[in-house]
């Protein structure tokens, strides 16, 4: 789902581009057509709810509800400087979402269920988008279609060495951020950057 918005990311005071989510933000947001439209507007940029049902196959009525939903818990935001006509326009209020992992063992079932759901919609996303790479990789030119990467590695690692490998690759992105080229460059494209680390058993 875009800019960051992979689990456990640097919190939104060191990140303010983050939304940091907490048990009723994340009750707002643990819907999968609600982490569609929201990734739709952050990649894509100010959209009308009539816009985004076209390109997600959804009716304008479902994406408008789940608009506001999003907007009362503060992801989505009126975009006024694209507003010409009668149709609201809306924008992403933030690049990427923070998600603390305590909240898989919240007090409250209904928290550690939204969490669940979200996490598994991160990981339906990811699975999506590689699908869509495979299945248009053709059409994109040689350069790119050298450029990309998809890979899985193995490593025996502690706790404290996962957390600071993840860390690394993480800044590691972002260093690149910095680098960005500028509007109008040649060949220059939008990319995605999934990165997972998890353990695993051989038995």
């Known amino acids: 789902m875009d800019k960051p918005e992979t689990p456990q990311e640097p919190n939104e005071s060191e990140h303010p581009r983050l939304h940091q989510l907490d048990a009723r933000s994340l ?4 819907h999968p ?4 439209l929201l990734s739709a507007l952050r990649r894509g940029g100010p959209a009308t709810a009539s816009q985004l049902a076209e390109k997600l196959g959804e009716s304008s009525g479902a994406t408008s509800y789940h608009l506001r939903q999003l907007a009362a818990h503060g992801f989505v935001e009126d975009a006024p400087e694209r507003g010409k006509g009668r149709e609201r326009w809306w924008k992403a209020a933030h690049e990427g979402v923070s998600f603390d992992e305590t909240l898989l063992r919240d007090g409250d079932p209904e ?3 939204a969490a669940d759901l979200f996490l598994h919609e991160v990981a339906n996303t990811h699975t ?3 699908a869509t790479w495979l299945g248009t990789s053709a059409e994109w030119p040689e350069a790119w279609r050298r450029a990309a990467d ?17 860390q690394r690759m993480h800044a590691l ?13 040649p060949d220059a494209e939008q990319v995605r950057v999934h990165t997972h680390l998890f353990p695993t058993r051989t038995a």
């Open 173 to 185: 992105v972002d260093s690149y951020r910095d680098r960005a080229p500028a509007d109008g460059t």
């Open 33 to 36: 057509l609600r982490m569609r």
């Open 150 to 166: 998809m890979s899985d590695l193995t490593l025996r690692l502690t706790p404290d060495q996962a957390a600071e490998l993840v």
């Open 111 to 113: 928290v550690r269920g």
């Open 128 to 130: 999506r988008e590689v």
């Open 27 to 30: 009750r707002g947001l643990a």
